[in-house]
């Protein structure tokens, strides 16, 4: 008898354990990106695995803020941007954990890693310069810090300092050349702005085809997109333009990147599902889906970018901590409001 009882308590003590540890079959995401190529890749996810994938959209800042006040009760289990420097600064709030996964690691190229493992790389773009290929002679192009060149007033289209992508590039200046190089860049750019900034990337292409300016700063999937475009005039807008990669000078930094990441929330209640899915997001399928849909750089070297992609030509990467353009954020934006830079 005394047998039975301890075998049945057995089984339930068993039975107990498995239900506080099972995960549900779903994963939630708060994420910052904005590219039809996610909802693909999701889809993909939840066909191999049976996981449902649940996004919460919002930009960076509101979904950190979300995340400190759900505190441990926060539903999130993985936190995605479109900027290293916002994972860094989910990282200083506590609100990351780390990831382990060797395979994870094996997926993604070296330079692009966290150095303290509480974010991974899911694909990278740069911050390029595009020019009109009617008015302008690419040998006249070299740095960040030529734009500001005499011979570029009223050329150089960027959009506002508000914008995330313009904080980094800000941010990685600061990093590479110091606060004071930083804000004579930024407040003599602003002397050669067209115009004032207004618009995204894609609206900067287009002015120049407009022939509103000659120059334009913007990520470089974005001219991929247009490229590829089912809309005429988008397309137009591409081929009017060329791309250049910025710094590429041996005693230059190489030109600026930025990755779109993900970091492992604190209290993840799916914490195996959230691996699984990071898993996925680095693998070699999930990375061309990413690079022949979304035009970014895969972060998985075993990965080519899109044949549109490839024909710009390699190019030299700043290989800058990532997580300093969290850590230089708010100096980018103090000097971006000295330098009239709307
Ligand atoms: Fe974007």
Redesign the pocket.
Known sequence: MKRVILFISTILVLSSCVETTKESDEINLYSQR??KVDEKQYEAFEKETGIKVNVVKANADELIERLKNEGDNSPADLFIT?DAGKLQKAKDLDLLQKISSPIIYQNVDIDLKDVNGYWIPITY?ARIIVYSKDRVDVGELSTYANLTDKKWKNKVLVRSSSNA?NQALLSSIVANRGEEAATNWASELVKNFARDPKG??RDQVKAITAGQGDLAIV?S??IGLLLSSENDEEIKAGNSVGVFFPNQGEEESGSHINVSGIGLAKNAPNKENAIKLMEFLTSESAQKTYTNTSYEYPANPNVEPNEIVKKWGSFKKDILDLNQLGVFRNKAIEIFDKSGWK
Do not use: E, L, T
């Open positions: 904005h590219y479109v773009r992508y995204n990337d990520n999937y974005y």
